[in-house]
């Protein structure tokens, strides 16, 4: 082991299998599912898409805030020590990653262009290849 640990940075936080996800892949409703899986953040990624496409940006904004600090929690209990890579290729860090992109959306939708400036700035940091993935830049 070395004294200086790991020069190339921290390893990638992978998340666990969410089983929220299988539900809504399954046509679930999303609502029900957010209400049975609270801690997924693929549900409220899922619920804060639909209200943007809905043209609802302050239901959005809430939805993804909560499923954005439901994945920090996840992301902490597996090692994440506030920065380092979340990988788009890992598919449960997907729901995380969503909610993350559907925060920037909500905010700029909403004018707190500080948020949705920080929030694509987090979502590159996790994972240079999440914004395009996203259709985010």
Same mark, same amino acid.
């Given at each position: 082991? /070395?004294? @200086?640990?790991?020069?190339?940075?921290?390893? $990638?936080?992978?998340? $666990?299998? *969410? $089983?929220?996800?299988?539900?809504? %892949?399954?046509?679930?409703? =999303?609502?029900?599912?957010?209400?049975? @899986? =609270?801690? /997924?953040?693929?549900? +409220?990624?899922?619920?804060?898409?639909?209200?943007?496409?809905?043209?609802? $940006?302050? %239901?959005? !904004?809430? !939805?993804? #805030?909560?499923?954005? @600090?439901?994945?920090?929690?996840?992301? #902490?209990?597996?090692? +994440?020590?506030?920065?380092? =890579?979340?990988? +788009?290729?890992?598919?449960?860090? #997907?729901?995380?990653?969503?909610?993350?992109?559907?925060? @920037?959306?909500?905010?700029?939708?909403?004018?707190?262009?500080?948020?949705?400036?920080?929030?694509?700035?987090?979502?590159?940091?996790? *994972?240079?290849?999440?914004?395009?993935?996203?259709?985010?830049?």
């Amino acid at each position: 082991m /070395s004294l @200086h640990g790991n020069l190339l940075g921290p390893e $990638p936080t992978l998340l $666990p299998v *969410d $089983p929220a996800v299988a539900e809504l %892949a399954a046509g679930a409703d =999303p609502v029900k599912v957010a209400a049975a @899986h =609270p801690a /997924s953040s693929a549900a +409220w990624a899922t619920l804060a898409e639909a209200a943007l496409a809905d043209g609802t $940006p302050v %239901a959005a !904004y809430a !939805y993804a #805030r909560t499923g954005y @600090h439901r994945g920090l929690d996840q992301l #902490r209990r597996s090692g +994440w020590k506030g920065f380092g =890579p979340v990988p +788009w290729a890992h598919e449960p860090n #997907r729901g995380f990653l969503r909610a993350l992109a559907a925060l @920037h959306r909500a905010s700029a939708a909403i004018g707190e262009l500080e948020e949705a400036e920080r929030t694509a700035t987090f979502l590159a940091d996790s *994972d240079p290849a999440a914004p395009a993935a996203l259709d985010l830049g």
